[in-house]
């Protein structure tokens, strides 16, 4: 008989101290007393990454006692375990400071990213290693190396920071590797974010990562489902911390919920669900604290909720965007001018989110935080583009986005005594092709306010007039948190 697997994907707060674990050990005997092999992906302890990637941007400056307050967080960690660690946090603790050095020396060359990627994989490194320990105590558990298991994809430019730092992996099956891995202890335990560059050496998925490398090896291993164990229940119709009326939504097909993830929720990566859509794998989404009560699940459309209910699902906030009006007066005289426009963009390593054109004008908008983009890469962008066009740069804005079936409709149901618009600019509109989500690029200054009005009037006046569909589940607060 084939085994059957589940991978279960642990964030950052869900590794960072006693209690979780024990959770993590308590949902993995819990799976195999159900018949399944289990798979553990576990993220790098919070706070970890970030403070790896603040040493490794001033990487020339850095002091030993920054070094070291890395490693007595895992000793902290270690402890509460009750397992010795030691071993592994010099370890770690040598190859950092090795890293640390070697970016320092690489500055301006590509040797830096590759430096910069296996420095970040430390955290994770770390925080499975230790939770081996831990978990052996009580199961029968192995350590797996995820870079054993995922190679990155060729870039067209492999030295870039793309290359290293956001790379991408190919979906599908791997018979060899779940055989391999079947003829292992029933639980295993792998680092997320990872994956081995072409090149050698380590890549990264990007932030966030950890998410993609539970789809790619549910994928790999022809898992039942993934489930995703965060500080939350699952997505809501909007932030939670912005608008407090926000809903739990209870089921959202694949495509929904890549709009949400594209447009700003946080709860799960566009990657991940972008893979586990390829091989059809669903997603539930599970708070930790509260582990018998079952949150969001991303599913084939038809699957768990009504294929043909239409209306906005969620209103989202898309921050760190910078929007770039290219203006050419002469642009159907111009033939090939976005072709050039788009080569240039290109060729600086940075994808495009949205564009919008017009007669004399383009407008585009870049995701800040996925290409890695300071202000320094941005106005370097605006010189070069500057030679086909005039350039104007709003370096912070931040996208609206309004992600449901039917979406071309829904700016037409506002409130027509609704005045946003006539008193703040709306520096682009960008609708899908695909009738599921309607952007829209102001101020960051002036998003939280926008986002309100186009919650209550598009979800909130619908749910109070009775129109509450089975997707809407309870708001945040009206959630049972009971472990």
């Avoid at 089921?251 to 447009?263: F, I, P």
């Avoid at 935080?369 to 804005?397: F, G, I």
Wanted: charged residues 20%; aromatic residues 6%.
């Amino acid at each position: 008989m084939k085994d059957r697997w589940l991978v279960l994907k642990f964030g950052g707060t869900s590794v960072s101290g006693r209690r979780q674990w024990d959770t993590i050990a308590t949902l993995a005997r819990r799976r195999l007393d159900d018949g399944n092999r289990v798979l553990l992906v576990c993220s790098a302890v919070s706070g970890i990454t970030n403070t790896l990637q603040t040493l490794g941007d001033r990487a020339d400056r850095f002091e030993d006692g920054e070094v070291t307050a890395i490693l007595d967080r895992h000793r902290q960690l270690s402890g509460e375990l009750g397992v010795d660690a030691e071993d592994l946090v010099n370890h770690a603790g040598g190859e950092i400071k090795r890293l640390l050095k070697k970016i320092a020396n690489a500055w301006g060359s590509a040797d830096r990213y590759a430096a910069t990627a296996s420095l970040l994989s430390f955290g994770e490194w770390l925080s499975t290693r230790i939770g081996e320990r831990f978990l052996k105590q009580s199961l029968a558990l192995e350590w797996v190396d995820a870079r054993e298991a995922l190679q990155a994809l060729n870039e067209s430019n492999p030295a870039s920071k793309r290359a290293w730092l956001s790379a991408r992996c190919r979906c599908g099956p791997d018979e060899t590797l779940a055989n391999s891995w079947a003829a292992m202890e029933p639980v295993l335990i792998t680092q997320g974010y990872v994956a081995a560059h072409p090149a050698g050496g380590t890549a990264l998925l990007g932030r966030g990562g950890s998410d993609t490398t539970a789809a790619l090896l549910a994928s790999r291993l022809g898992a039942g489902h993934i489930e995703i164990w965060t500080d939350v229940p699952g997505l809501f119709s909007a932030d939670p911390r912005v608008v407090p009326g926000a809903r739990l939504l209870q089921y959202v097909s694949y495509d929904e919920a890549l709009e949400m993830a594209a447009s700003g929720a946080k709860v799960v990566h566009s990657r991940c669900i972008r893979a586990a859509a390829e091989s059809g794998i669903p997603i539930r989404i599970h708070d930790l604290e509260n582990t018998r009560f079952c949150g969001t699940v991303i599913r084939t459309d038809g699957e768990g909720h009504k294929k043909d209910v239409e209306g906005i699902r969620g209103v989202l906030c898309q921050a760190q965007m910078a929007v770039l009006l290219l203006q050419n007066l002469d642009t159907r005289e111009h033939v090939g001018f976005l072709a050039r426009v788009f080569a240039q963009i290109s060729e600086a390593g940075i994808s495009i989110d949205l564009v919008a054109t017009s007669e004399t004008t383009t407008t585009v908008a870049i995701n800040r935080a996925s290409n890695h983009l300071d202000d320094a890469m941005l106005e370097t962008l605006a010189e070069k583009l500057r030679d086909q066009c005039a350039v104007t740069v709003y370096p912070w804005c931040s996208g609206i986005n309004l992600v449901g079936r039917g979406a071309r409709m829904a700016l037409a149901t506002i409130d027509p005594e609704s005045a946003f618009f006539a008193h703040h600019p709306l520096l682009m509109l960008s609708q899908s092709a695909n009738d599921l989500c309607i952007s829209l690029l102001v101020h960051s200054e002036n998003a939280g306010q926008l986002l309100e009005m186009l919650h209550g009037e598009l979800i909130s006046k619908r749910i109070d007039a009775g129109h509450r569909a089975e997707i809407f589940g309870p708001t945040w607060q009206d959630i049972p948190h009971l472990a």
